[in-house]
């Protein structure tokens, strides 16, 4: 059951240093969504994009956060110059194309990538 | 701003008790409400969408109802490997794709 990869699962990285995340959506999909989830908080949306095009990044901090889809390859959440605050569970979600307005397509999430900051 | 409250923060049950648990929801124009299953260290599973007021889904020992303001998660004879985190989120907006709106999750566990 090919479902949404994310890699790696546990990333550790010291303060200054950039983390990239990977998220592979599940085949088919062509929608990809990447949402945090802090301690004690519950999921929050940060970003949704289609192939080479990011759809809304109203959930994006405004610096060091960037996220890209390209057109061959995997979805990549990039954090520059990681702060303690960046600790946090991350999680992609992917959904297949629509089947018309009225049918909302549901997200399916992969297990997500744990960044711990030293 | 949409906004999503999820009852009780936490709900421990026997084996065979069932209950309900609660998503309370503040949105202009919902498009959908989902029901997933958090498991410790996974990802969301997802498990019902509903779409309009008096909409049902069922599967196995789960029941999902949506009103105007709220959705329910109906547990009917739990059991132990129903403990999980259950999560609502809501999708709002004229498309059917966007970003989801979380409750905090409600914890749940069964003890045998």
């Known amino acids: 059951n090919a479902g949404v990869m994310q890699n790696p699962r546990h990333l550790v990285r010291r303060r200054g240093q950039e983390a990239r995340l990977r998220c592979s959506p599940m085949?088919?999909?062509?929608?990809v969504y990447w949402y945090r989830q802090l301690p004690e908080e519950g999921l929050k949306f940060m970003v949704y994009?289609?192939?080479?095009?990011?759809?809304?990044e109203s959930g994006m901090p405004k610096e060091r956060f960037s996220a890209e889809f390209p057109k061959e390859g995997p979805s990549i959440l990039r954090i520059q110059q990681v702060v303690r605050g960046d600790s946090a569970a991350y999680f992609c979600?992917?959904?297949?194309?629509?089947?018309?307005?009225?049918?909302?397509?549901?997200?399916?999430f992969g297990d997500g990538t744990r960044l711990s900051i030293l | 701003e949409d906004q999503v409250t999820q009852s009780p923060e936490a709900l421990r049950l026997q084996e065979g008790e069932s209950s309900s648990l609660n998503c309370s929801y503040t949105?202009?124009?919902?498009?959908?409400l989902f029901w997933y299953r958090q498991d410790p260290g996974k990802g969301p599973e997802f498990l019902f969408t509903?779409?309009?007021a008096g909409e049902e889904k069922e599967k196995e020992r789960l029941k999902a109802t949506l009103t105007k303001k709220e959705s329910f998660l109906h547990i009917t004879a739990p059991k132990p490997e129903d403990s999980a985190t259950y999560l609502c989120?809501?999708?709002?907006?004229?498309?059917?794709?966007?970003?989801?709106?979380f409750g905090q999750g409600t914890i749940l566990t069964v003890h045998p």
């Open positions: 989120a809501v999708l709002t907006g004229g498309t059917s794709y966007g970003k989801l709106t």
């Open positions: 509903l779409y309009s």
């Open positions: 979600a992917s959904s297949p194309p629509g089947q018309g307005v009225r049918i909302v397509q549901p997200q399916h």
């Open positions: 949105v202009s124009g919902l498009r959908g």
């Open positions: 994009l289609q192939k080479e095009n990011i759809i809304d």
């Open positions: 085949k088919g999909h062509s929608h």
